[in-house]
């Protein structure tokens, strides 16, 4: 049983390169999000996907766009990448009120 | 908006001392979970509380909610290298699928 599944978990870009952040999960679960970790910030929103064929914006949504491809997969999408992306990606996955469940983070450089 | 605030930011210990962090919220919340992230890890689910009053164990960690339902505490009897991490709450209010997080306390503990 994997849970969830993140890749990359590293990646270097360049100022203005695109590309798409990859999350799975086998648990079945409805919801589905997307969180930034910078230090000193916590754990912010960035999207999430309340059922499949529904996304929303969370707290940070700029310069971003996801895809709830199915109810295994949700995307995020960085179209032109910017410094201030410089972060600790994580998707996670719930089923109703229940805890969420973390994939392993994507670790992404903007150079 | 709504806001939960985590105390203290950090915290170092020798090993055996007990260890508590706090977490109150703006807002009355329906339930409240809590998450362990180790350095350099990601997010783990360790409980969630629901009930005004709450006390519940697990091993030498005790999580409280208030009766207000507006607070809520971690304690580790007797720590041990092991708990190092960061210990985050995460609270919902009302019917809001979304997580208010805190900004985590993190924890160091000295051999």
């Known amino acids: 049983n994997a849970g969830v599944t993140q890749t990359p978990k590293f990646q270097v870009l360049k100022t203005g390169q695109s590309m798409t952040l990859q999350c799975a999960q086998d648990?079945?679960?409805?919801?589905m999000y997307w969180y930034r970790q910078d230090p000193g910030m916590g754990l912010r929103l960035i999207y999430y996907?309340?059922?499949?064929?529904?996304?929303d914006k969370g707290e940070v949504p700029n310069g971003y766009n996801v895809s709830r491809l199915n109810k295994r997969e949700f995307s995020l999408r960085l179209e032109s990448a910017a410094p201030s992306q410089t972060s600790v990606y994580f998707c996670?996955?719930?089923?109703?009120?229940?805890?969420?469940?973390f994939g392993s983070g994507t670790r992404l450089t903007v150079v | 908006g709504q806001q939960v605030m985590q105390i203290p930011q950090y915290q170092h210990v020798q090993e055996g001392e007990d260890f508590t962090t706090y977490c109150n919220s703006s807002t009355t919340l329906s339930n409240i979970q809590w998450y362990k992230q180790r350095p350099g890890g990601h997010p783990v689910f360790l409980i969630q509380?629901?009930?005004s009053g709450e006390v519940k164990k697990q091993k030498r960690l005790t999580f409280q909610f208030g009766e207000a339902k507006k607070n809520s505490s971690l304690h580790i009897t007797a720590t041990q290298t092991t708990d190092v991490g960061t210990y985050f709450c995460?609270?919902?209010?009302?019917?809001?699928?979304?997580?208010?997080w805190g900004l985590g306390t993190s924890l160091a503990v000295n051999p």
């Open positions: 996907s309340a059922s499949e064929g529904t996304t």
């Open positions: 995460a609270g919902r209010a009302g019917n809001n699928r979304k997580l208010i």
């Open positions: 996670a996955s719930s089923e109703g009120g229940d805890g969420y469940t």
């Open positions: 509380l629901v009930k």
């Open positions: 648990m079945n679960h409805n919801s």
